[in-house]
Each structure stands twice: as C-alpha cells, then as structure tokens.
C-alpha cells in the first residue's frame, strides 16, 4: 500500500521504546526458549501470579496484545 508520500506500512502498533527489568527479561527468555507460562514462573522462581502480572505490565507499557509479541520485540531488540 502506498500513498503519495512513500509506502504505508500495515504495522498496528508503533515500535515501542523497550525497557525492562532483570526478572522481567529473565521470563521472557525462558518464554523464548520455548517454555509455557507456569515453567517459566517455576524456572524464574516467582509464581505464576507474578509472571502474569510481569507480562501484563511489559504488554501495557511497549502497546503489545500478545506475549509472543513482548518475546518477539525483546529478541528483535537484542535484550534477550
């Protein structure tokens, strides 16, 4: 799709500026090595609450849906 100052991209959420703390970026390398939520609240050791609490606060501060996405931009950024 173009319009008349150059292509138009299709992305729904701007590239967010991304920050994270320690344990926070320890969950989400665990998520990227392929583990589900509870193995990777087991291997963080911090309980599941605390790691959804964790995912939601980083989705609501980079503007993401998803978890994958939170992994993916983490990956693409190079924090983890």
Do not use: F, Y
Not at 20 to 49: E, F, W
């Amino acid at each position: 799709m173009t319009d008349k100052d150059g292509p138009v991209t299709q992305s729904s959420h701007p590239s967010p500026r991304i920050e994270a703390d320690h344990l926070t970026l320890q969950i989400l390398s665990a998520m990227a090595r392929g583990m589900n939520t509870t193995d990777a609240a087991t291997a963080c050791n911090v309980s599941l609450s605390t790691l959804r609490r964790r995912l939601d606060d980083a989705r609501r501060a980079w503007g993401l849906e998803h978890n994958i996405e939170l992994v993916v931009h983490a990956v693409r950024s190079g924090l983890i």
